[in-house]
Nanobody
Framework: QVQLVESGGGLVQAGGSLRLSCVAS????????MGWYRQGPGKKRELVAA???????DYGDAVKGRFTISRDNDKKQVALQMNSLKPEYTAVYYC????????????????WGQGTQVTVSS
């Protein structure tokens, strides 16, 4: 059974930084593309960034230059370094295995974990 556990969220002031971590149990992590999603209050879950099994990142336009996605296959971890945070980035952040037309569209394929709360104050 695949399990996803996110951590690293918290309360930060605008302009601050956080590093999120996701550990995946089960599944073929090494050969899987991974992604980070977020869901703000009253909003739909959206993809923030993705990284291919080969370590090539793909970012949404809103976070380019601010976020960095990375992975460690030995630890089955995918991380999201978030800098220059803005209040509108407040959301619950989730990770997941993703698939689809690479660099065109990404779709989650596993059950969601609990996510980790990121709150950015002004």
């Amino acid at each position: 059974q695949v399990q996803l556990v996110e951590s690293g969220g918290g309360l930060v002031q605008a302009g601050g930084s956080l590093r999120l971590s996701c550990v995946a149990s089960g599944g073929d992590f090494r050969r899987s593309d991974m992604g980070w999603y977020r869901q703000g209050p009253g909003k739909k879950r959206e993809l923030v960034a993705a990284i291919t099994s080969d370590g090539i990142p793909d970012y949404g336009d809103a976070v380019k230059g601010r976020f960095t996605i990375s992975r460690d296959n030995d630890k089955k971890q995918v991380a999201l370094q978030m800098n220059s945070l803005k209040p509108e980035y407040t959301a619950v952040y989730y990770c997941n295995f993703v698939s689809g037309p690479v660099y065109v569209a990404w779709f989650p394929i596993r059950s969601w974990g609990q996510g980790t709360q990121v709150t950015v104050s002004s």
